[in-house]
């Protein structure tokens, strides 16, 4: 479908969210409700910090709770209404409960519906996609859980909506609390990059990844190298094969990280330009080297001359859902923290 201006859902919702009695994603039984005021107990780096509450429950256990609706239409109708209202209201107006339920419902049309949310792909994602910097941390796991499922249920369709997401993931995923540790949210933003990786098309997820490569943040540049290490260690498809532009991106990138001062983004960055040379073979790689600086050059020469082949893997967290083959994150102890 066409895409359609996202005040339009903006009004007031009303009526039920899920078309019957109640709405089934209420608060399970002898759960509190949530307050919303944005410094009550359980916040993350003190006042104005990240809100952490445990009276939704668990988001991933939900997941095969969530019934089907009677009426997807409308359920959609207001989930993006409450969503969007949500993403405009302030921190002490925002109603935190509808916009959790919003979310929910959403995840029950990917579920039941995906074809109902497909036809509204960039809407949904566009009135979701903020609140992964909401200050509740069930709201930002409870999205990224949405966008893992989405990835794995519309795939390749995602793929003119990375660069409204990727971005704020990398970001989460590189997080760390103020005693230099990952928290809970870092390794949901692994995961859901994972999913990602696994089912958009190859040079659509690397156009969003390098896209990042050279942020200021040391961490979050790692996280870009983690991901396209994910994507290239199977191997380099036909379709990237045949994109000079996309293959452009990745060697420029991958001689950016064998600088860092990160020995885990460095051995990215090894794993990388390694796993290119053999899959478009040596040489299309000479010839896809000659684009960078004499520098670049020769340290990539260097690099590779004394290598018999790609470095393991830093430590990962799994960056997939359970049941995965594949991970992407980060653990144990990483030279980065």
Request: overall charge positive; proline content about 6%; some cysteine.
């Amino acid at each position: 479908g066409g895409r359609r201006d996202l005040a339009s859902y903006a009004e007031p919702a009303t009526g039920l969210r899920s078309g019957s009695g109640s709405s089934p994603m209420r608060l399970a039984r002898g759960h509190s409700s949530v307050s919303d005021a944005p410094d009550s107990p359980g916040v993350f780096g003190g006042s104005g910090g990240l809100l952490h509450d445990k009276a939704f429950g668990s988001e991933t256990s939900q997941a095969d709770l969530l019934p089907p609706t009677e009426a997807p239409e409308r359920v959609l109708r207001t989930a993006l209404a409450t969503m969007v209202t949500a993403n405009n209201a302030g921190r002490k107006e925002i109603d935190w409960q509808g916009q959790y339920e919003a979310l929910n419902d959403v995840r029950r049309l990917v579920k039941y519906n995906s074809d109902l949310v497909k036809a509204s792909l960039h809407e949904v994602i566009v009135a979701a996609a903020p609140a992964l910097d909401a200050l509740r941390s069930t709201t930002v796991k409870n999205t990224m859980i949405l966008l893992q499922e989405m990835f794995a249920a519309l795939g390749r369709a995602l793929d003119r909506e990375l660069e409204e997401v990727v971005p704020v993931l990398l970001k989460r995923a590189a997080e760390v609390s103020t005693a230099g540790r990952e928290n809970f949210l870092t390794a949901e933003a692994d995961r859901t990059l994972g999913e990602m990786c696994r089912n958009v098309s190859e040079v659509r997820a690397i156009s969003a990844l390098v896209a990042n490569a050279t942020h200021k943040a040391p961490m979050l540049r790692a996280k870009v190298a983690s991901n396209l290490d994910t994507i290239l260690e199977g191997g380099v498809s036909t379709a990237l094969q045949g994109n000079w532009a996309c293959l452009e991106k990745v060697v420029r990138a991958g001689a950016g990280f064998l600088n860092e001062a990160a020995l885990e983004t460095r051995t990215y960055g090894k794993r990388i330009v390694w796993n290119l040379k053999q899959g478009i073979g040596r040489g299309e790689f000479e010839r896809l080297v000659s684009v960078l600086p004499p520098a670049s050059q020769q340290k990539m020469t260097d690099v590779l001359e004394g290598m018999n082949g790609p470095p393991p893997p830093p430590g990962r967290a799994a960056a997939v859902a359970p049941g995965a083959s594949r991970s992407g994150g980060r653990a144990g102890a990483s030279p980065m923290r």
